[in-house]
């Protein structure tokens, strides 16, 4: 299990961590806790990891728990992509060859108590290899590089979640052997509230029972819940939770999908992140991902506007800020790979429907792509709303984008132009169509490369092409005719992709 003293041998852990370390082990040696999980994000956003006793967990605080890179070679739903038996494993990484484990390293901080799961621990991890090497391809590695960037530039990242989802009540798993898959039949599953009555008190009382017991567990895991709304749908949910700085909203985003889908599924009930489900009335979910800047040597927030300006004419943001939303809007289509990184995501894109169509920027305006939520010159909340995002996106690549686009923005000083105060009309350019569309923006885009480097582009381009490819051949006739309609409509295959996933 793991290599001896791995942690402090390669001198893994902050001063921090150490003393959180110190308080963790603490806590186990009380005995309270039978288990711990240790999981780690994958590249879909997706926790995976162990289950270790409690005797074990305190082995893995020191010498770090193996797992095998398998992970890493499979697609959405466990197609294996490259061929890890050769020499590099596909990655052209001599660490990767032959399925060779992998290093998973406790973040003490992350370390909680799972109310719904009782005299369970659970603790976030960071992968390396066996010679103390970060994996390269670890989303949360690739999110603490660019914070590092970032705060070399003299800024924090701050971010704040606003998130929609479904809950629906479990009527059949589809557990029969037959019905075993890869990936296998969806659950089926039935409303739990008429919808079609948005952010009605009577909609939210119809499904107070499962959101009572989402608010106790949620809070009592430690996520900064902040409100729980009725969407559009039939148990269409938003939830919103109070800003984090760093990393702190992406670990708290796959701590709230991870500990949603388990809770309801223990109650009875099937919670999805998927954005456009394959049931009738079912409307789109998004991710809208509201986040600033602070400045670190002074201690504010840097898209503050502490000057002056008219509404609607983008001077109630700062110059950091406008530079930012610039950068933003360049690289709009690059970052949609990150932002909406499923086949199913695009279809959300439709004009007049509250998410964006076009790449605009407007104050106060659902219809853009970039909505800025500013009271006026002064306001210390001033942020920007990225609203492309699907809620099964990955975290940690998502705000990765946003820092990569942002900061080329604040570095070139990039003008966004005008606002857009009619988003859904301006003549300004569509943002892609469709997944195959984003990945070909994010193979061109110079900037992109160069952040994340050629293999993490290769390898993304390689993990969403097997994705590709598989909804291609499912809407492909035996003629080689092609769906008409497959860009607006979601499709069996979607569905049964995405729903029980995510």
């Not at 035996?478 to 995510?502: A, C, I, N, R």
Request: hydrophobic share 35%; with cysteine.
């Amino acid at each position: 299990m793991g290599k001896l003293d791995f942690v402090e041998q390669h001198d893994l852990w902050t001063e921090e961590q150490k003393q959180a370390a110190e308080r963790v082990s603490a806590l186990v040696k009380e005995g309270n806790l039978r288990t711990v999980r240790i999981s780690w994000p994958d590249q879909h956003g997706i926790l995976r990891g162990k289950t270790l006793t409690a005797n074990a967990f305190l082995h893995a605080m020191r010498n770090g728990q193996d797992m095998q890179t398998a992970v890493l070679i499979m697609d959405t739903v466990n197609r294996i992509i490259f061929p890890l038996f050769r020499s590099g494993g596909g990655f052209g990484i001599p660490e990767m060859t032959g399925y060779p484990d992998m290093i998973l390293v406790p973040d003490p901080l992350s370390f909680r108590e799972l109310p719904w799961a009782p005299g369970t621990g659970w603790c976030l991890s960071d992968a390396y290899f066996q010679n103390g090497k970060p994996v390269p391809f670890s989303s949360r590695y690739v999110l603490r590089q660019l914070l590092g960037k970032l705060a070399d530039e003299g800024y924090e990242y701050v971010s704040g979640l606003e998130v929609e989802f479904y809950i629906t009540k479990l009527e059949d798993p589809m557990l029969l052997p037959e019905q075993s898959g890869w990936p296998p039949e969806p659950p089926k599953v039935r409303a739990i509230a008429h919808g079609f009555q948005y952010l009605t008190e009577n909609r939210n009382d119809e499904i107070d029972e499962i959101l009572s017991i989402l608010e106790r567990q949620l809070q009592g895991v430690g996520l900064p819940l902040r409100t729980m709304e009725d969407e559009w749908g039939p148990g269409q949910c938003e939830f919103t939770f109070d800003p984090r700085e760093g990393m702190g909203s992406a670990d708290n985003m796959v701590l709230f999908r991870t500990a949603t889908k388990q809770i309801c599924r223990r109650n009875g009930y099937h919670a999805t992140f998927m954005c456009r489900p394959n049931l009738e009335n079912f409307f789109s979910s998004g991710w809208h991902l509201h986040q600033s800047l602070r400045d670190i040597e002074k201690q504010r927030n840097a898209f503050t506007n502490r000057e002056g300006g008219e509404w609607g004419t983008g001077e109630w943001l700062s110059e950091t800020g406008k530079h930012f939303v610039g950068g933003l809007l360049e690289h709009a289509a690059a970052q949609c790979v990150f932002s909406t990184p499923t086949i199913n995501g695009y279809k959300r894109f439709r004009p007049e429907s509250f998410a964006p169509d076009k790449i605009t920027w407007a104050l106060e305006n659902r219809a853009a792509y970039i909505r800025v939520c500013s009271a006026g010159p002064g306001d210390e909340a001033a942020h920007v709303e990225n609203r492309a995002g699907e809620p099964c996106a990955n975290p940690y690549l998502y705000i990765a984008s946003q820092i990569i686009a942002g900061l080329d923005g604040i570095r070139n000083k990039t003008d966004p132009g005008p606002m857009d105060e009619e988003p859904y009309l301006v003549d300004k350019p569509l943002l892609p169509r469709s997944l195959m569309d984003a990945m070909e923006a994010l193979k061109r885009d110079e900037v992109f490369r160069e952040a994340l480097g050629e293999p993490f582009i290769e390898f993304i381009d390689a993990v969403k092409q097997s994705e590709i490819d598989a909804y291609m051949a499912s809407i492909t006739s035996e003629d080689g005719s092609v769906m008409e309609d497959h860009l607006t409509k979601v499709t069996p295959w979607e569905h049964q992709e995405y729903f029980e996933v995510y």
